[in-house]
């Protein structure tokens, strides 16, 4: 069983042991704004808990599995959101991962020193746009009661693990988005938050992906149906254990994940880090394995807007004949030849981590000429243009390790797009391969899950087994 605390929702998935989902149970939730703190967004822990726990009483319902058939568990979770607690092991704040209440902190540090951030990011692989460090300062400098009684901080999927098993502990994967890590040692740095006036005793135990964590409790297992003593085996952040679900887990291996924002991971064989601060880095959820991470803003968010805004005729169309409008969309855009003669559009730029800045919204280079440049020509640009931009993310990291993939896996929504799918092969160069699975990061979380407790070898063998190719796109050079 897979346990999923994403951005917008929670879900209990259960895979056979060949990666085939035989169940899932899923409830939406919405973090609220705290009146008070603009920008904030509040992650609701009893609330929640109620909905995860719901989720896995529905799936063990729906497919009316004996709890004791359950092999192992295994977290996984939005990264960057964090939770806070007391000495006792109680819930005192928490937020989720977009929450944006601390801006006057982040100039807070850089007023104190304006190199620090790229000093700890050598450090961490982390910039203060994502990491955790502006909001504990923000927790310190307007909630000191909250600051003084937190005894221990934690990450989602951590604490998922926590209410199952009673124990509190934290894996690389996601720690190391809080900026609080060494990356090469996969532990701890206290010296990064003694450097940004934090504290040094709030950190917990790290467990290392896969390893056991403990085993579900008589109460963890009255609240959610679970067999108790059933093994719960730490997993990692969405990210990571999504690419582990299509099957990218050692070295030189990439993925592209096409939804809203478009992540590039590349996984490396060290924590290295880029010597100019432009590319995020991260601990796989692999031992011993570490990911470049470089992030397109708004790809599938400009896909819909263009939807919306210019093909009403094509969602009426395909609501009468029962078809997704985006295929009737790229039926068209098919025929327009690559490169939509000449014109080009910029809805994002290559990754910046440490000074990103986004790109103004443009089309260019097109002549009022309706035969040539309709509504399919720009929307063509648009799916060009998000090719290029993992062009681009590829020759970042490339500069920064001296390495690229041979293929690509690609996965995400905009993954089930052949066309999508045929240009980011041709403008990249290299095959792309989609994977079977639609639920690649549970599938990541019960493949480490599996591996846990010796029903595969390695990570690596398990996803082999589970992570099944869909189709494959050669470049058209």
Same mark, same amino acid.
């Given at each position: 069983?897979?346990?999923?605390?994403?951005? #917008?929702? =929670? &879900?209990? *998935? %259960?895979?056979?042991? +060949?990666?085939?989902?035989?169940?899932?149970?899923?409830?939406?939730? /919405?973090?609220?704004?705290?009146?008070?703190?603009?920008?904030?967004?509040?992650?609701?822990?009893?609330?929640?808990?109620?909905?995860?726990? #719901?989720? =896995? &009483?529905? *799936? %063990?319902?729906?497919? +009316?599995?004996?709890?004791?058939?359950?092999?192992?568990?295994?977290? /996984?979770?939005?990264?960057?959101?964090?939770?806070?607690?007391?000495?006792?092991?109680?819930?005192?704040?928490?937020?989720?991962?977009?929450?944006?209440?601390?801006?006057?902190?982040?100039?807070?540090?850089?007023?104190?020193?304006?190199?620090?951030?790229?000093?700890?990011?050598?450090?961490?692989?982390?910039?203060?746009?994502?990491?955790?460090?502006?909001?504990?300062?923000?927790?310190?400098?307007?909630?000191?009661?909250?600051?003084?009684?937190?005894?221990?901080?934690?990450?989602?999927?951590?604490?998922?693990?926590?209410?199952?098993?009673?124990?509190?502990?934290?894996?690389?994967?996601?720690?190391?988005?809080?900026?609080?890590?060494?990356?090469?040692?996969?532990?701890?740095?206290?010296?990064?938050?003694?450097?940004?006036?934090?504290?040094?005793?709030?950190?917990?135990?790290?467990?290392?992906?896969?390893?056991?964590?403990?085993?579900?409790?008589?109460?963890?297992?009255?609240?959610?149906?679970?067999?108790?003593?059933?093994?719960?085996?730490?997993?990692?952040?969405?990210?990571?254990?999504?690419?582990?679900?299509?099957?990218?887990?050692?070295?030189?291996?990439?993925?592209?994940?096409?939804?809203?924002?478009?992540?590039?991971?590349?996984?490396?064989?060290?924590?290295?880090?880029?010597?100019?601060?432009?590319?995020?880095?991260?601990?796989?959820?692999?031992?011993?394995?570490?990911?470049?991470?470089?992030?397109?803003?708004?790809?599938?968010?400009?896909?819909?807007?263009?939807?919306?805004?210019?093909?009403?005729?094509?969602?009426?169309?395909?609501?009468?004949?029962?078809?997704?409008?985006?295929?009737?969309?790229?039926?068209?855009?098919?025929?327009?030849?690559?490169?939509?003669?000449?014109?080009?559009?910029?809805?994002?730029?290559?990754?910046?981590?440490?000074?990103?800045?986004?790109?103004?919204?443009?089309?260019?280079?097109?002549?009022?000429?309706?035969?040539?440049?309709?509504?399919?020509?720009?929307?063509?640009?648009?799916?060009?243009?998000?090719?290029?931009?993992?062009?681009?993310?590829?020759?970042?990291?490339?500069?920064?390790?001296?390495?690229?993939?041979?293929?690509?896996?690609?996965?995400?929504?905009?993954?089930?797009?052949?066309?999508?799918?045929?240009?980011?092969?041709?403008?990249?160069?290299?095959?792309?391969?989609?994977?079977?699975?639609?639920?690649?990061?549970?599938?990541?979380?019960?493949?480490?899950?599996?591996?846990?407790?010796?029903?595969?070898?390695?990570?690596?063998?398990?996803?082999?087994?589970?992570?099944?190719?869909?189709?494959?796109?050669?470049?058209?050079?």
């Amino acid at each position: 069983m897979a346990i999923d605390a994403g951005t #917008g929702s =929670v &879900r209990a *998935v %259960l895979f056979d042991l +060949k990666g085939n989902q035989i169940g899932c149970s899923q409830h939406e939730w /919405t973090h609220n704004e705290d009146p008070r703190f603009p920008g904030s967004m509040d992650f609701d822990w009893k609330y929640n808990w109620e909905l995860a726990s #719901g989720c =896995v &009483r529905n *799936v %063990l319902a729906e497919t +009316k599995i004996d709890p004791a058939e359950i092999a192992a568990i295994s977290t /996984t979770c939005m990264r960057e959101g964090i939770l806070l607690y007391d000495k006792d092991g109680n819930e005192i704040w928490a937020c989720a991962n977009v929450d944006a209440r601390s801006n006057d902190e982040v100039a807070e540090l850089i007023r104190m020193n304006p190199d620090l951030e790229l000093e700890l990011y050598k450090k961490s692989g982390q910039s203060y746009a994502l990491n955790a460090i502006p909001r504990i300062l923000w927790v310190k400098n307007n909630m000191p009661d909250i600051y003084e009684k937190t005894a221990k901080i934690g990450m989602f999927n951590d604490w998922l693990i926590y209410k199952l098993t009673g124990v509190l502990a934290v894996e690389p994967s996601n720690g190391s988005t809080t900026g609080l890590l060494d990356l090469q040692t996969r532990t701890w740095d206290t010296e990064i938050a003694a450097k940004c006036n934090l504290r040094t005793d709030i950190f917990p135990d790290i467990l290392e992906c896969g390893s056991i964590s403990g085993k579900v409790t008589a109460k963890g297992a009255s609240e959610t149906g679970l067999a108790e003593g059933t093994p719960v085996v730490v997993g990692g952040g969405d990210c990571q254990l999504g690419t582990i679900g299509v099957g990218a887990c050692k070295p030189g291996e990439a993925a592209v994940f096409g939804g809203s924002f478009w992540q590039y991971e590349f996984n490396t064989e060290s924590g290295k880090t880029d010597p100019y601060g432009r590319v995020r880095v991260n601990c796989h959820a692999v031992p011993g394995v570490w990911q470049y991470e470089a992030l397109a803003f708004k790809p599938g968010l400009v896909m819909r807007w263009f939807r919306d805004g210019f093909c009403q005729e094509e969602k009426r169309k395909a609501k009468e004949i029962g078809d997704d409008p985006y295929n009737l969309m790229n039926q068209a855009a098919e025929k327009i030849p690559a490169g939509c003669y000449g014109m080009m559009c910029c809805f994002s730029d290559i990754m910046n981590f440490i000074n990103w800045k986004h790109a103004a919204p443009t089309f260019t280079n097109f002549e009022l000429l309706p035969e040539k440049f309709n509504k399919y020509t720009f929307y063509r640009s648009i799916l060009e243009n998000t090719a290029m931009l993992v062009k681009g993310h590829i020759e970042l990291v490339k500069e920064a390790t001296g390495n690229e993939p041979d293929k690509l896996i690609f996965a995400g929504g905009a993954s089930v797009s052949d066309l999508w799918s045929q240009i980011l092969a041709d403008v990249t160069g290299k095959p792309v391969v989609t994977p079977v699975v639609k639920e690649a990061t549970a599938l990541g979380a019960a493949i480490i899950a599996g591996y846990g407790v010796g029903i595969y070898p390695s990570i690596a063998e398990g996803a082999a087994i589970c992570a099944k190719v869909d189709k494959t796109y050669t470049p058209n050079l």
